[in-house]
């Protein structure tokens, strides 16, 4: 069930916003301007989420008797430090308030009272909404994955959740496991792979990140590690097994995301912060263009970018049919002078890729620069 509207009030700098989402939708805006609360305003979802169920199917008389159960704050998803600072500075109540909502008739309310050791006071709604945060329907990659190395970490229990991990540390095992695995939207299917499987298609689509290459993984139970290791054609000519250490950062770094996307079904939420890291303009409109391709196929993905080249690999599927342009959103965030409160401008794209809005701030620091070395 997909989320289509998200509201937020009171958490930190978000005092009062009320998102539209997309099948892709993607968060924008200078650093500090509330992008990272958003984000964290789901995952506290995803934190709390079984407290959240099980409050919404009590009774009022059996919340009265357990009392009120504390908001997880610190936990797999989430590290967000003293709960005093999650109340809006500018707030004029104690009370910090989720909704998320699928259409009018379904949502779900969240509220927690700041006073009370940040107890949730209500969870009520539609909780089926709240399975989008499952397991196997939810993939989150944080801004800092995991770096090159000589071997990666082995966890059967996350394979079997279908994880990768927040930092995509075990990439490299869920492709020793899942290689032979069908892609679930056979849209990703990369134009040069002969199957659907996942391996092959993950090393396609990383050579369009660096020509030629392809990978191969190999775990070892016994150790409780994984190796990765890339090849080069050239010409007639192939390399020996290079370990990460010895190709260039961003291929290990990006491996995440294209396995977060490629494994993805229709209804699943892909969360990514800064895929575009380490990689150069052309892989990162690429990495759009995967994105945009999952979209347009079911897959939900909310993307935190500062890479004007992902907005325009977004821009140019849209313009090539790839994603249609009302199954994308664009947010810029920012904040006004002397305030410390966040503004979310909604900007759309239409058929031919241009925007509807191109504020102040919002991905223009090309032509600043370039204006200076005009005039």
């Given at each position: ?24 939708t993607?968060?924008?805006?200078i650093?500090?301007s509330?992008?990272?609360?958003f984000?964290?305003a ?6 709390n ?31 967000l ?30 509220l ?34 995991t ?29 020793t496991?899942?290689?032979h ?6 849209a990703?299917k ?28 190999q ?19 192939t ?17 995440p995301?294209?396995v ?7 209804n ?51 313009k ?34 241009k ?15 370039l ?5």
């Open positions: 069930m997909k989320i289509n509207q998200v509201s937020i009030k009171n958490f930190k700098s978000l005092l009062d916003i009320n998102l539209t989402l997309g099948q892709l993607l968060i924008a805006g650093n500090s509330g992008k990272s609360s984000i964290q789901l995952l506290l979802i995803k934190e989420k079984n407290t959240l169920k099980n409050i919404s199917t009590l009774k009022q008389t059996q919340l009265q008797h357990i009392g009120c159960n504390t908001l997880l704050s610190s936990g797999e998803y989430t590290e430090g003293n709960k005093n600072n999650l109340l809006s500075y500018d707030s004029s109540d104690d009370t910090i308030y989720f909704s998320i909502h699928h259409d009018d008739k379904s949502h779900f309310d969240i927690i009272e700041s006073k009370a050791n940040f107890d949730i006071k209500k969870s009520a709604g539609n909780h089926q909404l709240l399975d989008i945060f499952d397991d196997e329907c939810f993939c989150y990659l944080k801004t800092n994955r770096a090159p190395a000589n071997d990666f970490p082995y966890s059967e229990e996350k394979i079997s959740q279908n994880s990768i991990g927040l930092e995509g540390e075990y990439t490299a095992h869920y492709l496991v899942k290689n695995q069908a892609l679930m939207i056979e990703l990369h134009p040069k792979s002969i199957t659907n499987q996942l391996l092959e298609n993950t090393a396609l689509w990383l050579s369009e990140i660096s020509s030629g290459v392809s990978l191969s993984a775990s070892y139970p016994e150790l409780e590690r994984v190796g990765l290791s890339y090849q080069y054609e050239y010409g007639d000519n390399t020996g097994k290079l370990s990460p250490l010895q190709v260039g950062f961003g291929l290990t770094y990006i491996l995301v294209i977060a996307i490629l494994k993805a079904k229709p699943d939420l892909v969360m990514i912060e800064n895929p575009e890291s380490h990689l150069h303009p052309k892989g990162q409109a690429k990495i759009a263009e995967l994105c945009a391709i999952a979209a347009n196929h079911g897959v939900q993905v909310i993307v935190e970018t500062h890479s004007d080249h992902f907005l325009n690999g977004l821009r140019v599927a849209t090539n049919n790839i994603i249609s342009p009302d199954k994308s959103q664009i947010y810029y965030f920012y904040k006004n002078a002397g305030e410390l409160s966040t503004h979310a401008q909604q900007i759309n794209i239409d058929n031919n890729g925007l509807t809005d191109w504020p102040v701030g919002f991905f223009d620091e090309w032509d600043n620069q204006d200076q070395l005009l005039w």
